[in-house]
């Protein structure tokens, strides 16, 4: 399909489980797509060339760069965003252990950082300091210096494997 | 009076001092957030961008905005001319004929400096009109450098001043000269602190509108105070305060001081506003961040001690010049004087010499940075402090033991005039010492050492002062200039509570918190005073001129909310306190003392007396005739508070420039990798006394934050310039901060001295890491090479040269990257090469100056016209890594030697910044028929172009300057060329062909 670049295109995609629609230039980056067409303003917006971070969403379940990617490109895909973490009954494990670890200060950056550390944690069920300091890494936090962030992940990673282990096993490795 | 007292009273619930989890983060947390880009903007709101000048310098000759305004979508385009008729140049803290305007007017004088905006239906078509904008430059020579532009040849940036060093004053304190002739030992050493920036993630927004009506702007702005630039905007508006309402919004994404620096964006936006004749909304970029919105103050400094054998300093010399970029810009000069009262540090010194001058130069202007003032002192005063020590081989922290000022002595009156108001700094630093685990770092350095590795300590203290007087910048005037003036001084902080219908507490602080939890601290004050529920209490941090109580120090600087913000907190929940008490011990015909407020009751003490807070509060709404006479009725009172000891400069120039000075002991270990230079930080320690600790969770992520910074300011961070002045560090790419795996956990610890001087005993600890921790680190790498010139920030290549171990020879077959970035050129490169081409040098020259094939050869040439004497205006499209840039060009042949050799030059301008460069082109006929011709290029590049790496610019401009000659090659192999300019025109200009 060719568009000129003036032309708006209506783009569809599945936005934190519901479908929705709205219009975008070829050129319209998905971060600009998502805050200003769809009004979800919960992904930030920081450099705008791919390395702070502060816009990852997932897309198709993987964290993405929202400023990297045309809005265009997302059509037909699985958006995930920081809107979706919570829960009905308030926030998240993830999101709970932020706040326990004291890992955001201004907040700015939190949104992309949370996208990242949920794929990470869906990937890595028991990972080490390092591996989470290294996923950390592809963002920038000016406020916290990240100590609460490595601390939040690690704490929910001990938490979710504990849930998953069988009793029976659990038992045996209380012994 | 400090009122300390009573808030001990209201002890029981315990909520002041507690590690209360924020209750800022459930919404932050959910993208819940309101950034100043996520509100809602008015029906017809207009989008802004912004030009910028790509040269450091030039006159302006002519901008043409006509071809932008003709573009879809755009709507109107401010200009200077706008600005001079609507607007004043910005009041500036020295008297000098310069002036500031929010666009350029006559002269651009840094690169990145606004010269106009285009309004558009979107940001896209916004910037898309910026490219049409015409404007012509004379560009003139530049002063990068501070040290050459203080010189007396040195090209001027406002002629009007005839010197670029724009305020220049002395001060001496006690009798330093005989200080230094009796001393035994003089130890002198001269540094530089470079420029640097904290970089909140989120970069500036404005939302403007102008109201002709009433000839009034209404302008929100993630603004970070301090409020007295209220009065600078306003008068740079030509309006009174009342017509300029400056509102944020309730959620800030970080600052540090850094934005200060919106302010010229908000006058600009308040007449683009005005010339659009609708709102307009503008956020800045990252590069526009980077390059144009502000940096911390890079400064040269020259300090020499006057040291006794023991080493005791008994007085100090400073020669200090601060470099502050193009413009003075409010509250610059203030870099120096924040820190003015307290320049002897933790130190008992008495005797004191001061020189310090002001330096205007072709970069960004300068502002508040986290540590403002803290960085550029300590870097050199705790520099120094380890230089003593080695060259009179004593123990760094015994020659620390022995300056600091005495236990028992506060509060101390600094030489310079600080009251540094509380503390035990020797005992602090034993504290510091056996908590930190000192004797086992000293073991592993032993240990690291004997093995051979590079492995240093350093050890830094500091005072971090808080509340800042609002006075202090009259100390750049003379005592004369301050007479005439009129005095300055204080910090009036402000709180609002106010009780509703229902008995729910809201309040109000005008401190425009930048993500530091100030909304968790005032609930827990309140809660501990009123008794109730703290996830009860709401409490905005909205800040509207228009309708809130502010005043000229409300803003969040100078570390000011835990003692000044707070403090006025508990003092308004005091009187709400008070009023309730009276109503109740009225009702209850009982003594006021004995009422309490707790768990949400009022409670007469020893008594079974009691009612909900609610029921008490809601009877000043709805049963005022009930009251006491005295009682008005309603219930919302506000505090304003500003401590006397925030007295003007005297006579002899001392000033208290901070209300509060805690106390900051550091050490480190460092290993320093001999083969990469890297710095690893392998332990780092650091003891704060910040007085009382209203929630330590929130003082310790204070810490946690500013030590990272300071950790990128000592290893990665600088604003770099080429020489011509253009920008080198315009991305995330090239300005680098510290990430997760770069910043360890450092261990944090605390004592508590509470300040006699702030309502709760509190002091500021935001920024005490960003002035200890850059030396700190230095200083370890000092004691880790054993070296003295020690220049921030280091890099591992600039540690390696230090260490200054032979680098191996180049693999046979690497070519030498010829990348000269700092001669010359924002980046500067050089090469040469050659082709074989078919056809005799005759015809290979006549080709070349025919101009079809210049156009043909040239990469993304669109159009090529001629101009005069072989010189042609082109219209290129050049490529570099992911810049795309439009260039218009002027491309001419030169020095014409038929058939032997000419001279192909070009140079440009695009919205991406500028470039020029030029070829010296010689033909030799070789076997064959064929032609050799042999090319040497030299190529600059300035401007947005310029941030892109050196690198990536050298094989960028290989691959084009192959590509051309690659073309002519094909061209030749074709048809034979045709009459060529060069010989249509060669009668009329026969010989002539010289330079062009």
Not at chain 2, 48 to 61: I, Y
Not at chain 2, 433 to 449: Q, V, W
Not at chain 2, 671 to 683: M, S
Not at chain 2, 718 to 723: A, C, I, L, M, S
Request: aromatic share 6%; with cysteine.
């Amino acid at each position: 399909m060719h568009a000129r670049a003036d032309q708006r295109i209506r783009v569809t995609l599945t936005l934190n489980g519901r479908e929705r629609s709205g219009y975008a230039e070829p050129r319209t980056q998905l971060c600009d797509f998502l805050r200003h067409e769809l009004g979800a303003t919960g992904t930030h917006v920081g450099c705008e060339h791919g390395v702070c971070g502060a816009c990852t969403v997932r897309v198709d379940g993987r964290a993405s760069r929202s400023c990297l990617m045309l809005a265009v490109q997302a059509e037909g895909r699985r958006l995930d965003t920081v809107e979706s973490l919570a829960e009905e009954e308030g926030l998240s494990d993830l999101q709970q252990a932020f706040r326990r670890h004291h890992a955001l200060q201004c907040g700015f950056c939190t949104a992309g950082i949370l996208m990242s550390c949920e794929e990470f944690l869906d990937r890595v069920a028991d990972p080490s300091e390092a591996q989470v300091r290294d996923m950390l890494s592809g963002h920038l936090c000016r406020c916290t210096g990240y100590t609460g962030m490595v601390q939040a992940v690690l704490d929910v990673a001990r938490t979710r494997r504990e849930a998953t282990v069988p009793d029976s096993q659990q038992e045996n490795n209380d012994v | 009076m400090n009122a300390f007292e009573p808030a001990l009273r209201e002890g029981q619930s315990g909520q002041i001092g507690r590690r209360q989890p924020r209750i800022e983060d459930d919404a932050l947390l959910q993208g819940r957030g309101r950034y100043a880009d996520d509100l809602a903007v008015a029906p017809g709101t207009l989008h802004a961008a912004v030009l910028r000048s790509p040269h450091a310098h030039a006159r302006l000759v002519g901008l043409d905005a006509s071809p932008a305004l003709a573009m879809p979508g755009v709507h109107a385009v401010l200009t200077g001319e706008d600005v001079k008729r609507w607007a004043r140049p910005f009041p500036v803290g020295v008297r000098q004929p310069m002036e500031h305007w929010c666009l350029a007017v006559d002269k651009v004088r840094y690169v990145g400096e606004p010269l106009a905006v285009v309004m558009a239906e979107s940001r896209y078509l916004a910037e898309d009109a910026l490219d049409a904008i015409r404007v012509d430059y004379q560009t003139l020579p530049v002063a990068v450098d501070t040290e050459a532009a203080i010189a007396a040849d040195a090209p001027l940036l406002h002629e009007a001043v005839g010197s670029n060093v724009v305020s220049e004053r002395h001060f001496r304190y006690g009798d330093p000269e005989q200080a230094f002739a009796e001393a035994e030992h003089r130890v002198a050493l001269k540094v530089r602190v470079p420029r640097s920036s904290c970089t909140p993630m989120e970069c500036y927004v404005v939302l403007a509108e102008y109201d002709p009506a009433s000839a009034s702007y209404d302008v929100l702005a993630n603004f970070q105070g301090p409020y007295a630039l209220h009065t600078v905007m306003a008068r740079a508006l030509k309006v009174p305060g009342n017509r300029f309402r400056l509102r944020t919004p309730p959620d800030s994404g970080g600052s540090f001081g850094i934005k200060q620096g919106v302010f010229p964006y908000v006058v600009m936006m308040g007449l683009a506003a005005r010339k659009a004749g609708a709102p307009v909304k503008w956020v800045e970029d990252r590069l526009e961040h980077l390059q144009g919105a502000s940096s911390a103050t890079n400064r040269m400094t020259e300090i020499e001690a006057a040291v006794t054998r023991d080493g005791r300093v008994t007085a100090l010399y400073w020669d200090q010049v601060d470099d502050c970029g193009a413009y003075l810009r409010a509250p610059e000069p203030a870099t120096f004087y924040r820190m003015h009262g307290n320049l002897t540090g933790a130190y008992a010194i008495r005797h004191l010499v001061v020189r310090n001058r002001v330096a205007l130069t072709n970069k960004t202007p300068t502002g508040l940075n986290r540590g403002f003032g803290g960085p550029q002192i300590y870097f050199a005063l705790e520099r120094l402090m380890q230089r003593i020590a080695v060259e009179l081989d004593l123990d760094p922290l015994e020659v620390i033991r022995r300056n600091l000022v005495p236990s028992g002595s506060f509060p101390y009156r600094a030489a310079a005039g600080a009251l540094l108001d509380s503390g035990d700094y020797p005992a602090a630093v034993e504290q510091g010492i056996h908590e930190g685990g000192l004797e086992e770092l000293l073991a592993h350095r032993e240990t690291a050492r004997r093995e051979g590795r590079l492995y240093g300590i350093g050890y830094t203290v500091a005072v971090e002062p808080s509340i800042s007087n609002m006075g202090y910048i009259t100390t750049a005037m003379t005592p004369e200039e301050r007479r005439k003036a009129g005095p300055k001084n204080g910090a009036v902080s402000t709180a609002t509570i106010s009780v509703g219908p229902l008995g729910d507490v809201s309040a109000h602080v005008s401190s425009t918190p930048q993500g530091q939890g100030h909304r968790t601290v005032v609930a827990q004050v309140i809660a501990e005073v009123l008794g109730v529920p703290l996830e009860s209490i709401s409490v905005n941090v909205e800040l509207d001129t228009g309708k809130d109580a502010w005043s000229i120090a409300s803003g969040n600087y100078s570390s000011r909310f835990s003692g000044a913000v707070a403090g006025a907190v508990y003092q308004a929940a005091v009187k709400v306190r008070d009023r309730l008490a009276g109503i109740a011990a009225a009702q209850w015909q009982v003594e006021a003392s004995r009422i309490r407020f707790a768990e949400g009751q009022v409670i007469v003490n020893d008594s079974e007396l009691s009612m909900p807070f609610g029921r008490l509060a809601g009877a000043t709404h709805w049963a005022p005739g009930t009251l006491p006479e005295d009682e008005p009725g309603g219930l919302r009172e506000t505090a304003f508070w500003s401590p006397p000891q925030l007295e003007a400069p005297d006579d002899d120039d001392r000033i208290n420039s901070s209300l509060c000075y805690g106390f900051i002991f550091d050490y480190c270990g460092v290993e320093v990798d001999r083969i990469t230079g890297q710095v690893r930080l392998d332990r780092y320690v650091t003891l704060h006394d910040a007085g009382r600790l209203l929630n330590p969770d929130l003082v310790d992520g204070q810490v946690r934050g500013a030590f990272a910074q300071g950790l990128g300011a000592a290893l990665m961070e600088e604003f770099t310039y080429g020489d011509d002045g253009s920008f080198q560090s315009g991305t995330f790419a090239d300005y680098l901060v510290p990430t997760s795996v770069e910043v360890p956990e450092p261990l944090i610890l605390h004592r508590e001295t509470p300040s006699p001087f702030t309502p709760l005993g509190a002091k500021g600890v935001g920024e005490g890491n960003n002035m200890s921790t850059p030396v700190c680190i230095a200083n370890a790498v000092a004691d880790a090479l054993g070296i003295a010139d020690i220049e921030l920030p280091l890099t591992p290549s600039k540690v390696r040269t230090l260490i200054g171990i032979e680098e191996p020879a180049r693999p046979q077959g690497v070519g030498e990257d010829q990348t000269a970035p700092a001669a010359g050129g924002g980046s500067r490169l050089t090469a040469s090469d050659s082709v074989t081409l078919p056809g005799s040098p005759q015809a290979v020259f006549d080709t070349l100056l025919d101009p079809e094939t210049l156009q043909a050869i040239i990469p993304g040439c669109h159009a090529l016209e001629l101009t005069g004497e072989n010189a042609y205006r082109a219209d290129v499209t050049v490529g570099v890594g992911m810049i795309r840039a439009r260039f218009d060009a002027q491309v001419a042949l030169s020095d014409l030697d038929p058939p032997h050799g000419l001279r192909l030059s070009g140079a440009g301008t695009s919205a991406m910044g500028s470039a020029e460069g030029s070829a010296q082109i010689r033909l030799t006929e070789v076997e064959g028929g064929q032609t050799r011709l042999d090319y040497d290029y030299d190529a600059a590049v300035g401007g947005k172009v310029a941030s892109v790496g050196g690198r990536m610019l050298q094989s960028a401009s290989r691959m084009i300057i192959g590509q051309i000659f690659a073309r002519l090659a094909q061209r030749m192999g074709g048809a034979a060329p045709r009459l060529s300019l060069w010989q249509r025109l060669k009668g009329l200009f026969a010989g002539r062909g010289g330079r062009s």
